[in-house]
């Protein structure tokens, strides 16, 4: 969504600026954590109005460190303000925040990959969360060790309808190392499409909104980074389960160079390899010779349809591609009529 450049009425009162912050508590961003803190306020507040309107949302930061990002969410005239941060020498400069800014401000010690997002949302809201689900923004600056494993995560929940994530009601705002941006928001045919831009794209609307030089944190990281926002589709473009997807996305770049049937062909046993992934791309209509990168996402809707049949037709290759996704029962809605026979 589009930057509204609007300010809400809402500004924090006059604060120690974040280096002071960072000096009182003497927070030293830890190596091994990956910490490089945002300390330029004109950045935050950009990042910040890439999430577009936030007044009367709810919003969620992940790691706000020493609360760069979470001044401009707060400036920016955000409603309510859940902040989930890991480590606990943060805690007590985002408390100073939250006295600024009286009931906007709810702090979180915990660990994002772990949170379940219900909770820590006001009961006012939770009780209206299935009739009525708020508008939710997720922004955060995270390390990219855990940006990358947390948007898989997300967009799994996304396809499940799982947690907060609506279609169409939820935004985020994350950022990415700059080469891992690019990847999630390539179109078809560039030399960064990857499996992440398949599976994103389904799903979401992925804009990779600007990148940040390294030089602008602290400490200066090896790499750029990427601010990406995602707006979940009202409608996926594959309706077909997850862990479904995600295998055949996974298989069909196996082999980036090569004709995308290579890698598609090993979802089979080796046996039966060869016709049935002739039946797929017939069935599918999709040529077997075009290279991972030229797939677009209507052909991997095609695939995935034509795979969820041959998986319901023969319980066998289920069995040989999902046999832990069942047993995590993950796969409930497929292959469910050859298991009660
Ligand atoms: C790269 S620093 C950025 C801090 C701040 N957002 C900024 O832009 O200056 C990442 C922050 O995420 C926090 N963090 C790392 N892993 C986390 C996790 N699993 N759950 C919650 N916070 C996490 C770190 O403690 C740190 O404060």
Known sequence: MAASGKIASFRLPPLPTIGEI????????????????LLDLRLTDKIVRQAGKLQNSYICEVGPGPGGITRSILNAGAAELLVVEKDTRFIPGLQLLAEAAPGKLRIIHGDILIFKMERGFPRHIAKTWDDDPPDLHIIGNLPFSVS??????????????????????????????????ERLTA????????????????????KN????PGRAFVPKPEVDVGVVHFTPLVKPQIIQPFPL????????????RKYCRSGIELLFPEA??????ERLFLTADVDPSLRPKELT??????????????????????NYNFRDELRQKKLRCIGTRKQEE
């Not at 960064?192 to 609307?205: D, E, G, I, N, P």
């Not at 909104?209 to 940040?212: G, L, Q, Y």
């Not at 991997?300 to 290759?317: I, T, V």
């Open 245 to 256: 997807v995600e295998k055949l996305v996974k298989n069909a770049f196996q082999f980036r």
């Open 148 to 181: 990358t494993p947390l948007i898989v995560k997300w967009l799994e929940n996304i396809a499940n309808k799982d947690g907060p994530f609506v279609f169409g009601r939820t935004q985020l705002t994350l950022t990415f190392q700059k080469e891992v941006a």
């Open 209 to 212: 909104c600007f990148t940040i």
């Open 272 to 277: 039966q390899r060869v016709k049935l992934a």
């Open 22 to 37: 960072i000096k009182l508590y003497n927070l030293r961003a830890e190596k091994q954590l990956s910490q490089n803190f």
């Open 297 to 318: 996402i209507g052909h991997f809707r095609s695939l995935a349809d034509a795979y969820r049949q041959l998986c319901n037709e023969n319980l066998n290759l289920f």
């Open 187 to 206: 179109s078809t045919g560039s030399r960064q499409r990857s499996r992440l831009s398949v599976m994103a794209q389904y799903l979401c609307t992925v």
